[in-house]
């Protein structure tokens, strides 16, 4: 199948411009199936106006993320939790489990400043 040069009229401008061969493939490639209703510049000034860039994208760099299961989204999820160690209720960003206890933040500060003595550093000099 080919593609053909088409001239469409923007729905903004009323200028007519041109749907090149390379873009239609590039949209079928994309499985769009709609036709751009607007010239490049009003898509422009579109995605200007709209501001704040693509942040939609999860271009982030070190993409170790596999918790969320499917989650896209920018926010943190946050889930309900109950702290293992004083019975508060508490907020965590991952799913709490049976398997695993859950601290608030006060008792996991606390825990990490406890866990820190002799958190593995001794006699790591002699065999
Ligand atoms: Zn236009
Ligand atoms: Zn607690």
Request: glycine share 16%; net charge positive; aromatic share 12%.
């Amino acid at each position: 199948m080919s593609f053909q040069d088409k001239n469409i009229t923007c729905v903004d401008c009323n200028q007519d411009f041109v749907f090149t061969a390379g873009e239609q493939e590039f949209y079928e490639q994309r499985g769009l199936t709609n036709e751009p209703r607007r010239c490049p510049d009003c898509r422009r000034a579109r995605k200007a106006q709209q501001g704040g860039g693509g942040s939609s994208y999860s271009s982030g760099g070190g993409g170790g993320y596999s918790a969320g299961g499917g989650y896209d989204r920018p926010q943190r999820q946050m889930f309900a939790a109950v702290c293992s160690e004083c019975g508060k209720e508490t907020q965590v960003p991952f799913q709490p489990r049976g398997d695993k206890p859950v601290y608030c933040s006060d008792c996991f500060a606390s825990r990490r400043q406890t866990s820190s003595y002799g958190g593995g550093s001794y006699g790591s000099g002699r065999y």
